[in-house]
């Protein structure tokens, strides 16, 4: 796959384009899993992509964006470069953090992309950027991406409390997959929604299919324009399906098989937006089919160079945990 391209108002077509490369990506991801290239608990958002693509427009590199531990649509969409994303989850030393770093933990400072694999901590390392952003004078925003069992933790009420007291230019995007591992949200949170339980915050909310990629676009340009204008926290809740386990080797045995199978022929949110643009224009089809086709192609290629390079240094394998001295 080659880097995506971020136009600032990507058409319906820009966002199948984006969807589809995503797709491929963490495909070429599930390869490293078998083969031991990638170890750990690899946590993949294939079913999601449509959320992921709803972000790409309006943010730029000002703008911070911090993710969690299933991050690697969300740094395509802040335009990490795809060859050392996936050089880093492939462990190798031209990764974007040397192979230190791994799927779970990619950091781009030029981007203002981070991750962090504990949950519910995106919240607060994005009002720290939101509240940079405040004291630089600058119109920057914060985006904390969470899970919707991320919302039930301590540090994503605590940052709205402070975020809504102090009007900080945060937006919060929940992805409600409907799980937190093999935990139904609906068993373990209060009916009424996480939107709008954010409310009581002082945040503006908005709950959108998440499947849909223009609905999550629509909902995320309004709250980032309503941060960015300086009033307050915005909180944008996209539902959504996981088509795979938890990570890669949960038995998912947790979920009916009915309810994946369900999931898998009615939210796909390739199949969705396809479906819209062959609406729009029923020719398209073989354009399409090309562009998948290419995308495959380059995605295949991006996977040959990075298998080629090399592993970290074990050598080098305590820098960055202790202080060296200069
Ligand atoms: C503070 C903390 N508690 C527990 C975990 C273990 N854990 C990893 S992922 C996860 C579930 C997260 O669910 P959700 O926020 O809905 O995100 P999803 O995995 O569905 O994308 C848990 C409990 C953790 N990483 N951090």
Excluded at 43 to 52: F, P, S, T
Excluded at 54 to 68: C, F, K, M, N
Excluded at 204 to 227: M, P, S, W
Excluded at 258 to 266: F, G, K, P, Y
């Amino acid at each position: 796959m080659t880097s995506m391209s971020l136009p600032t108002s990507p058409t319906l077509l820009d966002r199948f384009s984006a969807m589809v490369r995503m797709r491929h990506f963490e495909e070429a991801c599930l390869e490293g899993v078998p083969t031991r290239e990638i170890h750990g608990e690899l946590h993949l958002a294939i079913g999601q992509e449509a959320i992921a693509a709803g972000l790409i427009g309006p943010l730029d590199d000002r703008d911070a964006l911090v993710s969690t531990h299933r991050n690697h649509l969300h740094a395509l969409a802040k335009g990490v470069p795809a060859e050392p994303l996936l050089a880093e989850i492939y462990e190798r030393a031209d990764g974007l953090c040397g192979g230190f770093g791994g799927h779970m933990h990619p950091f781009d400072p030029a981007r203002n992309f981070s991750a962090s694999g504990i949950v519910g901590a995106s919240l607060p390392v994005a009002a720290g950027h939101a509240y940079a952003a405040r004291l630089d004078g600058t119109d920057a925003v914060a985006v904390a991406v969470t899970g919707d069992a991320g919302t039930n933790t301590g540090a994503f009420h605590e940052t709205l409390v402070m975020a809504g007291a102090w009007k900080l230019p945060l937006v919060v995007l929940v992805e409600n997959n409907g799980y937190g591992i093999s935990v139904p949200i609906d068993r373990v949170t209060a009916p009424g929604g996480i939107a709008a339980r954010s409310s009581a915050y002082g945040c503006r909310v908005a709950a959108v299919d998440g499947t849909d990629t223009e609905q999550v676009a629509a909902a995320f340009r309004e709250a980032v324009e309503h941060a960015r204008a300086g009033h307050g926290p915005a909180l944008v809740e996209a539902t959504c399906a996981r088509f795979r386990g938890h990570f890669e080797g949960d038995t998912d045995h947790y979920r009916r098989s009915e309810e994946r199978a369900r999931d898998l022929a009615d939210r796909d949110p390739l199949v969705r937006c396809r479906a819209q643009l062959t609406i729009e224009d029923p020719s398209c089809e073989e354009a399409l089919d090309a562009m998948i086709d290419e995308s495959k192609r380059a995605t295949d290629l991006l996977l040959q160079r990075v298998r080629a390079m090399v592993h970290p240094d074990p050598a080098t394998a305590h820098r960055h945990v202790f202080s060296e001295a200069s």
